[in-house]
C-alpha cells in the first residue's frame, strides 16, 4: 500500500511538470547593427529567440538564410520588411523594418586641421557593392596644393599644402554607374616648425627656407638678424681639432679656392673651385668635381647628411658623398630656391 501511494504521487508530480513546461511562454526575437546601414554595407542580425532548433530569414529583397545569426548585404537603399520564422511556425515569426540608406560618397582625411608640408593623403570613400564604374574629378587649390602621388581623376590625392592660417577647400564629384555625388571638406592650414636654411644674397637681403623631410619651403624674405647667419666661406677648416688651410694643400694650393667646408662624419672636404663644386679627402688628395657651374656658397650639414650650395642658377641641395670616386653615382642633386626668387646667395646657416 505504501508503495503504491509512492508512485502515485511521482506520477502527479511528473504530471503537473508537464503541465507547466507545456504552459511556458518563450521569446521569439532578433536585433541587427548597425541600425542605420547603408547600401553595400554589411548587416550583422542576431537572433534572440530563447528556443528554437531551426530558423529561415527573409530579408525582404527576396534573399533568405537558414543561418542562426545570419549577415546580410542589401545592394540598394529602400525600406525592407525582415522575418524570422523559428522552428518553421507561424506562431513562432516575428518581423521588424530595416531602413537602408543611400551610400553617400565621402572625403577621407586624417584630420581636418593639416600642418604646412606635412604628407597627406586624400581619400574617396564609398560603397560600390554592384561594382559598377566609378570616376573622379577633384578639385583643390593647386597654388596651394603639390601632388606627389596619384592625380586629379583617381580615388586618391597624395601631397602637401605650401601655406598655413588659412582655410583652403577640396571638392569631389564621384560618378558611380550612372549616379553623380558631390562631396566636400575644409581643412585648415597650420604652421609647422622644421630646421631652418638662412640665406644672405649679395645684396645683403636675408631670406629663410624650412627643411621638412625631404620637403623644402619655398624660400621666404625673412626680418630677423642677420648676426645669426655664419660667414660659411672661410678658406680654412678644423676637423678633429686639426686646422687645414688650402695652402698646405699641395693639390688645391695653386686652385683659385673660393671656399672650404669640413664632413666631420665622412672626413671629407667640400671646396669651391673658379670651376665649380669639388670633394676630397681630409688630407687634400682624390679631388673630384661636383658641378660644372661656378659655385658662390658652401654648407656642409652632417647632422643631416646633406650638403647645400648656390650658383647663378639658385640654391641645391645633396646626400653627402661617401666615397669621392662614387660621386656621380651619388649625385641626387636637388634644386630647392631659384634664382628668380633669391638673388645669388653669399652667406648661409641651419638653425
Not at 504530471?15 to 536585433?31: E, M, N, P, R, W
Not at 583652403?168 to 558611380?176: D, F, Q, R, S
Not at 679656392?257 to 673658379?274: C, F
Amino acid at each position: 500500500m505504501k508503495i503504491r501511494n509512492i508512485l502515485y504521487g511521482l506520477g502527479c508530480m511528473i504530471t503537473a511538470g508537464v503541465l507547466l513546461a507545456g504552459c511556458q511562454k518563450h521569446t521569439y526575437d532578433f536585433s541587427y547593427s548597425p541600425t542605420s546601414p547603408k547600401a553595400g554595407e554589411k548587416v550583422t542580425f542576431t537572433n534572440l529567440s530563447d528556443a528554437g532548433e531551426s530558423w529561415v530569414w527573409q530579408f525582404g529583397d527576396s534573399k533568405k538564410s537558414t543561418l542562426k545569426n545570419p549577415t546580410h548585404i542589401y545592394t540598394a537603399a529602400g525600406t525592407y520588411v525582415v522575418e524570422l520564422m523559428v522552428d518553421s511556425t507561424k506562431s513562432r515569426t516575428v518581423n521588424h523594418v530595416v531602413e537602408v540608406l543611400d551610400s553617400v560618397p565621402t572625403i577621407y582625411i586624417e584630420s581636418d586641421i593639416v600642418p604646412q608640408y606635412k604628407p597627406v593623403t586624400i581619400k574617396a570613400l564609398y560603397y560600390n557593392p554592384t561594382k559598377a564604374s566609378v570616376t573622379y574629378e577633384w578639385t583643390v587649390d593647386q597654388n596651394l596644393f603639390v601632388l606627389t602621388d596619384g592625380s586629379l581623376t583617381s580615388d586618391s590625392l597624395t601631397g602637401y599644402f605650401t601655406n598655413y592660417g588659412q582655410t583652403t577647400e577640396i571638392g569631389m564629384t564621384i560618378t558611380i554607374g550612372s549616379k553623380t555625388t558631390t562631396a566636400g571638406r575644409t581643412i585648415t592650414l597650420t604652421d609647422n616648425n622644421a630646421p631652418t636654411l638662412l640665406m644672405q644674397t649679395q645684396a645683403g637681403g636675408l631670406w629663410r627656407q624650412r627643411l621638412y623631410d625631404g620637403i623644402y619651403e619655398v624660400a621666404k624674405q625673412y626680418d630677423g638678424d642677420p648676426s645669426a647667419i655664419n660667414a660659411a666661406n672661410d678658406s680654412t677648416a678644423t676637423l678633429n681639432g686639426v686646422t687645414y688651410d688650402v695652402q698646405n694643400m699641395p693639390v688645391l694650393a695653386d686652385k683659385g679656392v673660393r671656399a672650404l667646408q669640413v664632413d666631420a662624419v665622412n672626413r671629407k672636404l667640400y671646396v669651391i673651385l673658379d670651376d665649380g663644386l669639388y670633394i676630397a679627402n681630409a688630407n687634400g688628395d682624390n679631388l673630384t668635381q661636383i658641378t660644372t657651374t661656378p659655385a658662390e656658397t658652401l654648407l656642409v650639414d652632417s647632422e643631416r647628411n646633406s650638403i647645400y650650395w648656390s650658383d647663378s642658377d639658385g640654391v641645391w641641395v645633396m646626400p653627402l658623398v661617401t666615397h669621392p670616386q662614387n660621386v656621380v653615382s651619388e649625385q641626387m642633386l636637388n634644386k630647392i630656391s631659384s634664382v628668380n626668387t633669391v638673388s645669388v646667395v653669399n652667406r648661409m646657416t641651419i638653425l
